[in-house]
């Protein structure tokens, strides 16, 4: 089976601000090689600002809707990047939490690197899941209900959706690989990895 999503369109998530730079636009060509198109989605229309490590300011990419446009229903995957403030962000924000929660009522695949599984911890959906992370979300994830462990790059299809979640972004080449993988078959990916659960 070859990897293609083409006619697939795949939800990026972030806050206005604080992305992690590497791990929107790594994950977002990984897509678009792919054949899928990718869409920015945020809380706020206009721009959305991208950091390198939290610390120096990267580019701006434009949002193509907010959380308020959209539903899970217009799209076949869902993508967390990390960045430390922009998913602490994203957690108080109502429309994008339950955003995410209707990825995962609807079995949707999604896929979250570094810091982005906390917007999952807010949607309290990790119940039943194991994943990986930013170290320092292991307890915020154990609190939550899921179970973290430390690879590469993890993929859980317990509870009934898939969810893929790597470290940070030297995990990228394993992540993007995989959520490609995931996206092109996630019934594939789940019977593979069923093991997990």
């Known amino acids: 089976m070859t990897d293609d999503i083409q006619g697939q369109t795949i939800a990026f998530l972030t806050a206005g601000s604080g992305v992690e730079q ?113 170290p320092s979300l292991r307890t915020d994830i154990v609190n939550a209900g899921g179970e973290w462990t430390d690879q590469e790059v993890f993929v859980c299809p317990c509870e009934g959706w898939v969810l893929v979640t790597s470290r940070n972004p030297d995990d990228l080449p394993a992540f993007n690989a995989q959520i490609v993988r995931t996206f092109t078959d996630p019934s594939a990916v789940a019977q593979a990895e069923g093991a997990h659960c």
Do not use: M, Y
């Open 22 to 134: 590497v791990e929107l636009t790594g994950p977002w060509q990984a897509v678009q090689d792919a054949g899928g198109t990718p869409r920015l989605i945020a809380p706020e229309p206009g721009s959305v600002q991208a950091f390198h490590h939290d610390v120096d300011k990267g580019d701006t990419f434009p949002v193509d809707a907010t959380v308020d446009e959209v539903s899970e229903e217009d799209f076949d995957g869902l993508v967390l990047p990390g960045g430390t403030t922009n998913p602490d962000q994203l957690r108080l924000q109502p429309a994008a939490v339950a955003l995410v929660k209707a990825f995962v009522e609807a079995r949707k695949p999604v896929a979250a690197i570094c810091h982005g599984p906390w917007t999952l911890v807010e949607a309290d959906v990790l119940r039943g899941k194991t994943l990986t992370s930013w």
